[in-house]
């Protein structure tokens, strides 16, 4: 869906803000980085990317992401 819709399309690009977070977390756990508090470290190492904070808001539904689920 993320390479056929516009790169400004709202749920494209919380999907794509998913898949950034889970390739990090991938990256970190390939690294044995795996332990207590891997999840608060993943994303301490993703804040220091450029543009992450307002990825990561979109990705975890914020208003940001108003409009971007589907109804069930």
């Known amino acids: 869906m993320i390479d056929t819709v516009g790169a400004d ?3 494209a690009f919380r ?3 998913k898949r950034h977070v889970i390739a ?3 990256q970190m756990d390939g690294a044995n980085k ?4 891997f999840i608060l470290n993943v994303v301490k190492e ?4 450029d ?3 307002a990825q990561y ?3 975890l539904g914020g208003d940001e992401a108003a ?3 589907a109804s069930l």
Do not use: C, I, M, Y
């Open 9 to 11: 399309d709202p749920l």
């Open 15 to 17: 999907l794509a803000a």
């Open 24 to 26: 990090r977390v991938t």
């Open 34 to 37: 795996f332990e207590e508090n």
């Open 46 to 49: 993703a804040e220091k990317e």
């Open 51 to 53: 543009g992450f904070a």
């Open 57 to 59: 808001s979109l990705a």
């Open 67 to 69: 409009g971007t689920r």
